[in-house]
């Protein structure tokens, strides 16, 4: 079974930075599972950050960027605001159709 | 504007079954793959579905495998959801998603409708 993985919880001061990464049991994370980032705050739907490892949706701020770290991948939040305080979550396509998200980073801006 | 409008949402008993539809507007929905994406009560979110364009290459969650099924409707611009042999742990929020890319074939979730609940319990 394939596991997506995420860090449960960070913490930013304002205007810091902070990277999130992601991934899976299955070895390194790579552009071929077109990583996916969303936002959720409590209530709402979730809101899309990044598709296919790097690409902004629309509206996004350009505080927010995509990319391959090593062998995972990666959101950076580039001088964190209060209202990026939220859930994270990443999204990879593990092949066969099949996609599978990660259990969410919950982040704190204090 | 892209709008995705779930309906069909509410409390069944376990063994139940329920149909879930999004109705798209604001783009060529017989363009983009969609996806159905769950949320459980204060967990995280879960992939349950997708579809291509065509309706004709679906995929499951492992979860949902032989009990739901979904389909859309390319002239009437909607995305079902049928949900059979319901369980408890199938308590969620229900969202429909649009594909980012207008292939027809799925790289990924953008737009997000805003979901319905569906609650099993007898």
């Known amino acids: 079974q394939t596991v997506v993985t995420q860090e449960p919880s960070f913490s930013v001061s304002p205007g810091g930075t902070v990277t999130l990464t992601c991934g899976w049991n299955?070895?390194?994370?790579?552009?071929?599972?077109?990583p996916a980032w969303y936002q959720q705050t409590p209530g709402q739907p979730p809101r899309t950050l990044i598709y296919?490892?790097?690409i902004r949706s629309s509206g996004v701020p350009d505080r927010f960027s995509g990319f391959i770290l090593g062998n995972r991948a990666a959101l950076t939040i580039t001088g964190a605001q209060t209202e990026d305080e939220s859930h994270y979550y990443c999204?990879?396509?593990?092949?066969?159709?099949?996609?599978?998200f990660g259990g969410g980073t919950k982040l704190t801006v204090l | 504007e892209v709008q995705l409008l779930e309906s069909g949402g509410g409390s069944v008993q376990p063994g139940g079954s329920l149909r879930l539809s999004c109705a798209a507007s604001?783009?060529?929905?017989?363009?983009?793959?969609m996806t159905w994406v769950r949320q459980a009560p204060g967990k995280g979110l879960e992939w349950v579905s997708v579809?291509?364009?065509?309706?004709?290459?679906?995929f499951y969650a492992e979860s949902v495998q032989g009990r739901f099924i979904i389909s859309r409707d390319n002239y009437r611009n909607t995305l079902y959801l049928q949900l059979s042999s319901l369980r408890a742990d199938d308590t969620a929020v229900y969202y429909c998603?649009?594909?980012?890319?207008?292939?027809?074939?799925?790289?990924?979730?953008?737009?997000w409708g805003q979901g319905t609940l569906v609650s099993v319990s007898s």
């Open positions: 999204l990879l396509y593990v092949g066969g159709g099949i996609w599978v």
């Open positions: 299955s070895g390194s994370v790579s552009t071929t599972e077109y």
């Open positions: 604001g783009f060529n929905f017989n363009t983009y793959a």
């Open positions: 296919n490892t790097n």
């Open positions: 998603t649009k594909d980012w890319h207008p292939s027809g074939s799925t790289f990924g979730p953008d737009h």
């Open positions: 579809i291509n364009a065509n309706g004709d290459s679906f």
